[in-house]
């Protein structure tokens, strides 16, 4: 089986760039609104990266997955809540808004087949 480093994963290469929006957005907030949203937004955002990093690491495919599976849950923390949240209360452009949504789409798409290729090399080698 051919070894894929980490950083040429597209999917990983994903995170790393709405890690990059994320933190684009983060650093126009206000204090006050880091301090209430903005420190979660990206801490949950980071996470997504991180998480598929940690499972990448692992060597058993269900301890693969089960990170996997949290980074998706980061996925949607960060812009299905935080995200929203951000763009309802008026904090962020709607530029910045629509090219995080486009971001996560594509992420989500990747993320999720990442998870169901692990799940078949899984069963192949049993």
Known sequence: ????????????????????????IYEKLSWHDKKIMGDQFIESVDSVGANI?????RYHYLDKIKFYY?????????????????????????SDYERVKELKEKLLIKLNNFINSTYKSKNKNE
Not at 3 to 23: M, Q, T
């Open 1 to 24: 089986m051919k070894f894929i480093v980490l950083k040429n994963l597209e999917v990983y290469r994903l995170a790393r760039e709405l890690s990059e929006v994320g933190w684009e």
């Open 70 to 94: 949290n980074g998706r849950a980061s996925l949607y923390e960060s812009c299905e809540h935080w995200l929203e949240l951000l763009y309802q209360r008026k904090k962020i452009e709607t």
């Open 53 to 57: 990093a940690e499972g990448y690491g």
